[in-house]
């Protein structure tokens, strides 16, 4: 690599861009810091503090977010990323989603194992019937799981009324934002706006509903997150996915922001894009969800 | 901060990439760094100090373990030390070396700028040594660190354990995050930054390995974070997933756990097939045996892991069908290591060799590794396994795919590259005295612990019945002359990159071939700035 050949490469546009230093990583890795130690301690010790801990970190990390993408949208609207940048940008988001697919993945494990194995068993199935005589003889499994082996009682949620409502508004979210999607590609910024706009209404009412829901569970149902399997299950995958559906929502007001700015071409919006497949996303694993958690 | 501002534009200064000068100022050179050189060199250096940091502690165990009878720490540490030593050596030591491995070589040898996502290479690996501190930070917490084991079973890490686990597992989760970001990196960056005419079944084989060890990590860390945000919950938040009581099951920590545990010990080995790969040819002066069958194996290895997990668990009184189907997938799994043994041996046979240190410790962890495969197969065997369940023959055996198996390719990596890293040739000197050293102490230390296995000494425990005194005794004498051997390599290193040696030519090892030593030792700061044309 002698040093005449690289300043000839540099005239050619074709060069992948490779950033110099950036001060943005380890901020983001001090805000990372911050936060766990912030929200591991306000767990563990409970005193008020760490949770102001918890909150600088995650000051610091918008902060950091605002400045990282800043950077990178300056690059990319000054003309340094080729056709190659946006493949490995396209490429890292995917491989970014499927990560978060393999996560829920963890917590429909822990629900199809509980369902399928771990309450028939405690029920006496196969042959668990010294199991069931030895435990808790009075339980008998059924799911959902209203009734717990040590005897707490909960009810379930039906899946009519508020859940159905919800997969309505995020299966239309999921049509705005791709007719939003669609006008980019075709040059049409007004339809745009309004796809995009209409997207992030919907998530908000998605939110306020789940909100509602989650007031409803835990003053009248008696279904808390400490309620047994059921209980468990229930909050923790619809809640963390109400925590993806609030960051979508978040991304796509960013993304609608940058569309009045101006700033997506019909040819190059990778972060347009990139919102949008993490927005189809969280709807389907809401799909997955109203199926699995609610009607089953 | 004001300089700082000046750096972070990014923009003004793009130039800079033009020129082979480093950044001056150690904050600037290191902190901030996006050049996959350097930062292949501070996770080399990060995943190093752990390895020490995880061996004194394993120092401590074996001190312990000398006699029977407690002797120099209380129960309660030494559970502490075995976690510990366990996490640190798996996410802080192995891990990060061959994330480091990977962001060095990687690019060079695909003939790529530097990896795909420079800004986030950095931040993968600066996120790790903050975690590590949160880890380390607990064994000084009031109740001490994680003392259920690495594998943090539930109910031992949920109702039983010290008040600490918090930020145990919110350690896990950055350490999750860190690989996650660096994998991705790996995968987009052997994809889309190859240079025209490397084909990708031009690859040399560690990248190869390293493309799948990559997917495994992004398919598998994803599901330890919800093992252990399950665990969190269940201590904190009331909810009962590992609670038989509130309709739960303890074994299901152990299903979530190792469908993320075994792919990961595949994670540990996978680059060092790579690793071997590159090495047995160079010193055989031969192309290596069988390269697609290589690939698929590598591939085939990857596939069944995801199909195994519950061969640690047969013990736990799965149904029959299960157990038989867990020993079958299991034991398919050592065709095709059993073809990447063939093939390296292959590669030998009748070729003109020569013992350099790299190739010592690289015919060491053919050798070794298959001992720690056969022992695997061993375990493999659902009836058998109720005698080795949680004995020091699980422990021999997943030390020596670990220690000889992935430390030494590690070692042996560390000795071939180098030349390249530094421009220096390492002390042979010294050098064969860490290989002859670590041989011989290796196999003190993991040995006998087969038989003590075989005759029924748990592991884990601080104490032992005396009729196993003399061979801990033995084993312990074997694990200090280890710990210690690994001293020589530290000088070794440090000589090296402080430039004391022999200078390293572009290639140094006639034999070997790869585009890493068509460049000047040191490899110059930024390389493949314009990609290579590959014929």
Known sequence: MSSSAQHQSSDKATNYYVPSQSIWPIVGAVGLFLMALGAAMWIADGAAQYSWLLFFGAVIIVFMLFGWFGNVITESMTGLYSAQMDRSFRQGM?????????????????????RMIAVPWLGGAG??????????????????????PDGT?????????????????????????????????????TETKLGLGLTVLLGIIFLVLQVEEYIHAYQEMGLTLSSGLYGNTFFLLTGFHGLHVTLGTIILFVLFCRV???????????????????????DV??????????IL | MSTDAAINTGVSDDAHEHHDHKPSGFFARWVLTTNHKDIGSLYLLFSFAMFLTGGAMAMVIRAELFQPGLQLVEPNFFNQMTTVHGLIMVFGAVMPAFVGLANWMIPVMI???????????????????????????????EGGGPNFGWTFYAPLSTKYSPDSTAVFVFAVHLMGISSIMGAINVIVTIVNLRAPGMTMMKLPLFVWTWLITAFLLIAVMPVLAGAVTMVLTDKYFGTSFFDAAGGGDPVMFQHIFWFFGHPEVYIMILPSFGIISAIIPTFSRKPLFGYASMVYATASIAGLSFLVWAHHMFTTGMPVAAELFFMYCTMLISVPTGVKVFNWVATMWRGSLTFEVPMLFAIAFIVLFTIGGFSGLMLAITPVDFQYHDTYFVVAHFHYVLVSGAIFSIMAASYYWLPKWT???????????????????????????????????PRRIPDYALQFANVNAVVSIGGFAFG???????????????????????????????????MPSPAPYHTHTTPPEIK
């Open chain 1, 94 to 114: 995917s491989w970014f989603i499927f990560s978060e697919v393999m996560f829920f993945l963890a917590f429909f494990g822990a629900l199809f194992y509980a």
């Open chain 1, 127 to 148: 042959n668990n019937g010294m199991t069931h005589e030895l435990l808790w003889p009075e339980f008998v499994a059924h799911w959902p799981l209203v009734t717990t």
């Open chain 1, 153 to 189: 009682t909960t009810t379930a949620m039906p899946w009519q009324g508020l859940p159905l409502m919800n997969t309505v508004i995020l299966l239309v979210s999921s049509v705005t934002l791709h007719y939003g999607h669609v006008s980019l590609e075709k040059g049409r910024r």
């Open chain 1, 260 to 282: 009045l700015k101006g700033h997506f071409t019909p040819a190059q919006h990778f972060g347009f894009q990139a919102g949008s497949w993490y927005w189809h996303f969280v």
């Open chain 1, 285 to 294: 694993v809401w799909l997955c969800l109203f199926v699995f958690v609610y």
């Open chain 2, 111 to 141: 003939g790529a700028p530097d990896m795909a996502l420079p800004r986030m290479n950095n931040w993968s690996f600066w996120i790790l040594p903050f975690a590590f501190s949160l880890m380390l930070m607990t064994l000084f917490m």
């Open chain 2, 423 to 457: 421009g220096y040739m390492y002390d042979d000197y010294l050098a064969k005295w860490h290989f002859w050293c670590s041989l011989i102490s290796v196999n003190i230390l993991f040995f006998p612990m087969h038989f003590l296995g075989l005759a029924g000494m």
């Open chain 2, 484 to 518: 210690l051997s690994q001293l020589i390599f530290l000088v070794v290193v440090i000589k090296c990159m402080r430039g004391k040696g022999e200078r390293a030519s572009a290639k140094p090892w006639e034999g070997a071939e790869g585009l890493e030593w068509e």
